[in-house]
């Protein structure tokens, strides 16, 4: 997911010989291009942007031309790490999101700069890169997690309560479900987060295409049940059955986001392609039989309002309110990642 350039004070077409001599091409099998400094310093402003990302090699470049196409680059979105050892680098540097530069470098670079490789060697940033995508993706699993209790206990209390019908769940059942399907997995999924391309989609753009529809359809099918219980039992019974459905779908979202098989990432998911880990799963499928163990223990009731369902038949009403959830949240996210982020309201 990085793009490499180059500055140089050589002439562009002597430095892509070299580069096509080291086999450093394209990826994808595109040609390079190059572009010299007296060319970039006769375009207009449009044109300089589309210059800065559509060439590669940028030969006999001032000092200050290198500081504007970090400044172009930056203008359209782009995150520029620039690598650099001497004075001419310092208005690139100083212009980019990161600054790096070696322990041999000159005192000006070492000064400007956010990373100094200790050992001259660029391999340490593959390992920084890892580090930063594992920390992003896992910062981004469990924003989404919070945000979407956050929205779905939301819709309840104001569905629910508003309508006169009661709360949905007891103060120390609200305690259970954010520590089984929030806290434990957030806890998780940082420590096993994958080392994927972070999203460059803008951050509140992410969360709400995949919270939105998560949190709607998770808020009615809790408001169904409780809805469905209510009408045969009493507000407390109702209550516990809401929790149930809360605790398993929430712990079904970490499978969601984290699927024990590989397949191509769903609209706000994060990532080109999931990592096929199966350790969210088992840590799902592990907190799920001990709710429902705990569930025959009475110190459970005490501390959490949490006891088992009278019939066989309650559990097979939630676990239908929770697929029901499960498939419409899926299918939601399925429809919004066939449309182009610019033809939503969510910008």
Do not use: C
Not at 271 to 281: A, I, M, V
């Amino acid at each position: 997911g990085v793009e490499m350039k180059v500055f140089t004070q050589d002439a562009p077409e002597r430095t892509l010989a070299v580069i096509r001599q080291k086999g450093l091409g394209g990826d994808d099998g595109t040609p390079l291009r190059a572009v010299s400094g007296p060319e970039l310093a006769t375009l207009d402003r449009e044109r300089f942007e589309r210059a800065s990302v559509e060439n590669t090699i940028f030969g006999t470049m001032s000092p200050r031309l290198e500081g504007q196409v970090v400044d172009a680059l930056r203008a359209q979105g782009q995150s520029v790490a620039v690598v650099g050892d001497g004075v001419n680098d310092l208005p690139a540097m100083q212009q980019a999101n990161l600054s790096i530069t070696r322990h041999s470098s000159s005192p000006a670079a070492l000064s400007v700069a956010d990373i100094i490789l200790l050992e001259d060697s660029s391999q340490a940033l593959l390992r920084v890169l890892d580090k930063g995508q594992r920390i992003a993706n896992g910062l981004l699993d469990t924003l989404k997690l919070y945000l979407n209790q956050t929205a779905y206990l939301t819709l309840l209390i104001l569905v629910i309560w508003g309508a006169g019908l009661g709360f949905p769940y007891q103060s120390k059942q609200g305690s259970l479900i954010t520590i089984v399907s929030v806290i434990l997995p957030s806890l998780a999924l940082s420590l096993w987060a994958p080392a994927g391309v972070v999203p460059r989609t803008h951050l509140g753009r992410l969360l709400a295409r995949f919270v939105a529809p998560a949190a709607v359809t998770m808020g009615a099918a809790a408001v169904v049940v409780y809805i469905i219980f209510l009408g045969m039992s009493e507000v407390a019974y109702a209550q516990l059955a809401v929790t149930y459905t809360l605790v398993i779908s929430g712990l079904a979202l970490v499978v969601l986001l984290r699927p024990p098989i590989r397949r191509p990432t769903l609209v706000g998911m994060g990532g080109d392609e999931r990592s096929g880990d199966w350790r969210p799963t088992a840590m799902v499928i592990v907190l799920l039989i001990l709710v429902f163990v705990a569930a025959s223990i009475p110190l459970a009731d005490d501390l959490f309002g949490l006891k088992p369902l009278q019939q066989p038949t309650d559990y097979l009403v939630v676990g239908l309110a929770v697929l029901a959830w499960a498939v419409a949240a899926s299918f939601s996210w399925w429809v919004m990642s066939k449309v182009r982020p610019g033809q939503w309201f969510l910008r």
